[in-house]
């Protein structure tokens, strides 16, 4: 089933973060954050008449160095759900126990039996990860509302390589 580019319009995926502040486009990449669950759902927008109508998703990661996508078929991570398979969920563990795969390309193909056609669509992304490895230190240890604190933070890195930077804010009543 070769499919004219004329039915590749009928193919949409629409993504939901479980916090949606925490999944924002990137270029062309979505940037999800590493906590966070990944809902898609496929929806056929027109020509969708015909028997045989199935819904199918590929998953598929780019580990650092390499330049080849990988099929990730580790179930238990990620599940589709209702009777034509339209709806993916990654679950908030994945990214967590798989923190080396940080490129992931999402596949889905839709096809039309009785039609004798099929559609894809992907959707790009790439997981961010919290920073880590730092340390923060707090002189006194023990005070009152009269205190003056200090706090100190050293040594945090983010993989993206941005810049970690720290806000404190104090309460007074």
Not at 10 to 20: D, V
Not at 83 to 100: A, I, M, P
Request: glycine residues 8%; proline residues 5%; contains cysteine.
């Amino acid at each position: 089933m070769n499919p004219s580019f004329s039915y590749f319009k009928f193919l949409k995926q629409t993504k939901r973060c479980k916090f949606n502040q925490k999944c924002k486009p990137h270029g062309d990449y979505l940037k999800i954050n590493s906590n966070d669950q990944l809902d898609i759902k496929g929806l056929c927008l027109t020509g969708c008449n015909g028997d045989g109508l199935s819904f199918k998703y590929d998953i598929y990661a780019l580990p650092a160095p390499s330049n080849k996508w990988t099929p990730f078929t580790q179930f238990g991570y990620f599940y589709v759900s209702n009777k034509l398979g339209t709806d993916l969920t990654l679950k908030e563990d994945l990214f967590r126990n798989f923190s080396s795969q940080i490129i992931w390309k999402i596949e889905l193909t839709l096809n039309i039996a009785s039609r004798n056609v099929s559609g894809k669509t992907s959707l790009l992304f790439f997981v961010n990860f919290p920073p880590h490895l730092g340390l923060c230190m707090v002189t006194p240890q023990n005070g009152s509302t009269l205190t003056l604190f200090q706090i100190k933070c050293s040594g945090w890195t983010d993989p993206e390589g941005s810049l970690v930077q720290f806000d404190f804010y104090g309460l007074f009543f």
